[in-house]
């Protein structure tokens, strides 16, 4: 059996409501059931112990049997961004090495580049529905798609309707509690693997790619030990029990959405997808189901407010708290949040590489503004002196500031392909390096107070967090998202470029007038001078009227923005030539 279903499942009676999607509610009776139909499809296809297999996804039951059935069979769960392009999904199957996908049959299109390679089980093939002329246009595209490789498309419905009409509920009940033997060298021994990291790469019991928002997607290899660590690493600090009511819009292909969802279904909560960050389904869902806990990021808590901004008679007495996690939480947004809502708001910090959580605020001393509270309890954090004194610029940290490295048994054991990489990510203690600046008060709580250290920006040879200077920008009171890059400059190496939106910007086919942008360009770099010693002063102010591009998790992907200045002035300077 999966150590990591056992783990989460142990206790649960046939009948504990499990999850409820689309107002259908699932018991613990119906999902096993559902877990155990999928193995025997999959054994059917030749998908076999260490086999990977792609989840192309979105927040739908379906993702969480697809993830346990293949960890109770052995196979390797690949998880894979939604959003991603044809060209990067393409890149992530060849680099796992996945031999079959489950995919939501709106996403087929997106795997144009890499059917050659992958058998598809496809979710939704023969679900009637109304559409759109748009969507009977990418039905067409799927539909070409299909017939180019016919063989390599199936249905999953009909697989699994016809894989349960053969067996009966012992059958399955004598599946679950048939002990699998557990193979010893299948689960990762850490610290072994860290010196020899490809040593059992093939043997990953699942296989995350990070966001690759600065470079190509690295796969994270971790085990069902890892997971299970950092689910007992939360226990008593995120207080969740069976009569509770967990809102997941968050993504379950990223590692903050899965150890939610993993930890809620561990505590006998009830779990209720929502398929995508649709505010209005949010606010209905937290009224319908009388929701009591809110994992989201901070984006998506800045949107939730804005929407309620316009409802100020909707109330929600049953939430108990809000979790935040993916970005840092500004704290202006905090406190709208937790005014608006009359509640706490937990947010917690950590990487996909230690699965992911390392720290947490505890609902018992509430919300701490710009600290993301206690490290877990079998997580070990020291604070690492930066080489050269690389330093970010800062005069009011109450602490040692330096690398976050963390040590625990939820930590990765390396990235599939990648033993350079992998070594250069643990130092000689093996301690993993997460790139992340920050300190810790004399409370012990943790700040990231700097942001990543690749972030920095070196002008006239002083190190500048970009972090800080948004920090600075997010308590302008008009300002409702910035992100602060750094830019080439001939004479200091490199100056600092701040792009702004405003509270007042409109949706994207209405652009805000070249004259007030100079005003509001010209409001923000006063705002800087009264707050912020000179040298860290933007030289360049960049108001958009439309929001930051963000990834899937709500990051501002500032290689993506910085491209689009460069490539907006570069378009200015020629047009001035003329």
Not at 207 to 221: C, D, E, N, R
Not at 353 to 382: F, M, W, Y
């Amino acid at each position: 059996m999966s150590l990591l279903f056992q783990h989460v499942f142990s206790g649960h009676a046939a009948s504990t409501p499990v999850l409820i999607e689309n107002e259908t509610q699932w018991t613990f009776a119906d999902f096993q059931q559902q877990v155990f139909g999928l193995c025997l499809v999959l054994k059917s296809l030749n998908v076999q112990r260490d086999s990977r297999v792609i989840l192309l996804i979105p927040n739908q039951k379906e993702y969480l049997v697809a993830f346990f059935a293949m960890l109770q069979i052995g196979a390797v769960p690949v998880p894979v961004n939604i959003t991603l392009s044809s060209l990067h999904l393409s890149y992530i199957v060849q680099d796992s090495q996945a031999s079959h996908c489950l995919v939501a049959d709106s996403l087929v299109p997106v795997l144009s580049e890499c059917l050659s390679r992958l058998t598809c089980l496809v979710i939704g093939l023969t679900a009637p529905t109304e559409k759109t002329v748009e969507q009977n246009q990418e039905e067409k595209q799927r539909t070409e798609l299909k017939e180019q490789k016919q063989a390599n498309f199936l249905d999953y419905e009909s697989l699994m309707t016809q894989a349960l009409s053969s067996v009966n509920s012992d059958d399955c009940r004598q599946f679950f509690e048939t002990s699998l033997a557990s193979d010893p060298a299948y689960q990762y021994q850490n610290d072994a693997n860290k010196k020899n990291p490809n040593k059992k790469a093939s043997k990953s019991p699942i296989l995350m790619y990070t966001s690759g928002t600065t470079a190509l997607p690295k796969g994270v290899m971790l085990s069902e030990r890892n997971l299970i660590a950092n689910l007992d690493g939360l226990s008593g600090t995120l207080p969740v029990s069976e009569v509770d009511k967990l809102l997941l819009a968050l993504p379950l292909f990223h590692a903050y959405g899965q150890i939610i969802a993993l930890y809620a279904l561990q505590q006998k909560a009830t779990l209720i997808l929502i398929t995508a960050f649709l505010p209005k389904a949010i606010l209905s869902a937290l009224t319908v189901h009388q929701v009591s806990i809110l994992p989201l990021v901070p984006t998506l808590f800045s949107v939730l407010i804005q929407v309620l901004s316009q409802n100020p008679a909707l109330t929600f007495p049953a939430l108990r708290y809000c979790i935040s996690g993916g970005a840092s939480l500004p704290s202006t947004l905090l406190r709208h949040v937790e005014t608006r809502l009359n509640i706490t708001v937990l947010e917690g910090y950590g990487l996909t590489e230690t699965s992911p959580v390392i720290a947490v605020n505890r609902l018992e001393t509430g919300s701490i503004a710009g600290s993301v509270g206690q490290v877990l309890q079998n997580v070990s954090v020291k604070i690492s002196p930066i080489e050269n004194d690389l330093l970010p610029l800062a005069d009011q940290v109450s602490g040692h500031m330096g690398e976050i490295c963390v040590k625990a048994d939820s930590v990765m054991a390396g990235y599939l392909n990648l033993p350079q990489e992998t070594a250069l990510a643990f130092d000689e203690s093996g301690y993993f390096r997460t790139g992340d600046l920050g300190h810790f008060d004399t409370n012990g709580n943790l700040y990231i107070s700097a942001g990543r250290l690749k972030d920095l920006i070196i002008k006239a040879g002083e190190n500048i967090s970009p972090q800080q200077i948004e920090t600075i920008l997010m308590e302008h009171p008009q300002v409702a998202e910035t992100a602060v890059v750094g830019i080439e400059d001939a004479v200091l190496g490199e100056d600092i470029l701040a792009c702004v939106t405003f509270y007042s910007a409109k949706p994207a086919r209405i652009s805000c007038s070249e004259q007030k942008k100079k005003v509001q360009e010209s409001d923000l770099r006063a705002y800087c001078q009264a707050h912020l010693p000179n040298l860290m002063i933007p030289k360049h102010f960049w108001v958009l009227d439309t929001p930051l591009p963000r990834n899937a998790l709500g990051k501002v992907v500032k290689a993506d923005l910085k491209a689009s200045w460069l490539k907006t002035r570069d378009q200015e300077m020629l047009v001035a030539k003329r």
